[in-house]
């Protein structure tokens, strides 16, 4: 009797040591993923692969990316750690590992080993319902080393590892996302970023809007290249363009480019409104008004620079152009080079807005300039350099114009 219950106990204690060691294995992982959650992820998950391979016990782990159409965002395609004296891989193996993988779209928890060249594996799905990111691999050079305990550690580890990978995933699609929203945030408006976010088919080719266009440009930009080193003329711009945004925005404009000595601003896409050309408008007296106040408080020594404005309306493509690496929402159209033409003919200082734009006024719902500007003719019949194309101008004067 006392034999049998000393076997028993001997096989309880042996139990509760393995239960003891898989939790140990767990718990180190955990840790780990915590303790480095923001560092490289392929780091990372190196260090995974060694504390679950010091845990079984076998020469080497090799994980092998399941192959799909999205690119994971986490996990590299291939990823192997050996202990110490086993030599890697050979590119055979890793081809013949490849086919079995592929054999079957779901490839089952099998405890069943395959031999290749010169050892032994068996291979886990890494699975947790519909999210299957790739294969493990655990390879050893003896056969007796698979035991049914082994295959059970095994998946428990895997399930682990499956949670892990899974956290990491979402983390990175939560920081692309946090990414992507703070680029949008450059160039767009609160209220539009969130529109393009929102929007199903924001990468379609395009359709056609009817927006309204402005233009801001420097003028005597090259010469004041010339007067004033380049620091300072770097300087100058992060300003001009920094205040000019904030009014751009405050009107619900977007701001399509910044052009060197100039930018580009858009009124009535992605988002249309009735008042887009008063709206437009008006941010362009807040623009030369807030620059001049700008300009006063600036040092004799430091740029001083005036710029003009052309504003137009007229129909035009808008949409997203690019690829995945550069993504950039835009305006195509014979408008933007009539806009590109007028504002070439304001002078310093000066809002220049087009006959089209005028009509738009007119007859838009909404909004109002400020009591102090109006809208007075420019010149008549005008024929635009180099376009076959004859427009009414309108001057746009305030009290400080």
Excluded at 156 to 175: C, D, G, P, V
Excluded at 196 to 204: M, N
Excluded at 284 to 294: F, L, P, S
């Amino acid at each position: 009797m006392d034999t049998v219950f000393s076997e028993h106990f001997a096989r309880l204690q042996q139990q509760a040591e393995r239960q003891v060691g898989q939790l140990s294995a767990i718990c180190e992982m955990l840790d780990l993923a915590a303790a480095e959650w923001e560092q490289s992820h392929t780091l990372l998950l190196t260090k995974i692969f060694e504390v679950m391979l010091r845990h079984l016990g076998a020469d080497g782990l090799f994980f092998l990316a399941a192959e799909k159409e999205e690119k994971p965002l986490v996990l590299p395609s291939q990823l192997e750690v050996n202990a110490a004296g086993t030599p890697p891989l050979e590119r055979k193996e890793i081809q013949q590992i490849a086919a079995l993988t592929s054999t079957q779209s779901n490839y089952p928890a099998i405890e069943q080993t395959s031999q290749l060249e010169k050892r032994i594996i068996f291979i886990l799905p890494l699975e947790a319902g519909d999210y299957q990111p790739g294969f493990l691999t655990v390879h050893h050079h003896d056969r007796d080393f698979f035991t049914p305990d082994l295959f059970r550690f095994s998946k428990l580890l895997t399930n682990e590892l499956t949670t892990i990978l899974r956290l990491l995933e979402k983390q990175q699609r939560l920081l692309e996302e946090t990414r992507g929203k703070e680029r949008l945030c450059r160039f767009f408006s609160p209220e539009i970023t969130n529109k393009i976010l929102t929007a199903a088919d924001q990468e379609k080719a395009g359709e056609e809007a009817t927006v309204t266009i402005l233009f801001a440009d420097i003028r005597g930009f090259s010469h004041l290249s010339e007067q004033f080193q380049a620091r300072q003329i770097v300087a100058t711009l992060n300003c001009f363009y920094r205040i000019m945004t904030q009014i751009i925005f405050k009107h619900l404009g977007t701001l399509d480019k910044f052009a060197g000595d100039g930018l580009l601003a858009l009124f009535g896409t992605p988002v249309h409104r009735t008042d887009d050309p008063v709206r437009a408008v008006a941010a362009a007296i807040e623009m030369q008004r807030q620059w001049r106040d700008h300009v006063s408080t600036l040092p004799q020594n430091a740029p001083r620079p005036s710029f003009a404005i052309g504003i137009h309306t007229g129909k035009v493509i808008a949409g997203f152009l690019g690829n995945d690496e550069l993504l950039t929402f835009t305006v195509v159209g014979d408008p933007v080079n009539t806009c590109h033409r007028l504002v070439s003919l304001a002078p310093a200082g000066q809002i220049i807005i087009s006959g089209d734009t005028k009509k738009s006024m007119e007859h838009q719902a909404g909004g109002s300039l400020p009591p102090s500007a109006s809208v007075i003719p420019f010149r008549s019949a005008h024929n635009l350099r180099g376009m076959n194309k004859v427009i009414d101008l309108f001057q746009v004067v305030t009290d400080q114009s």
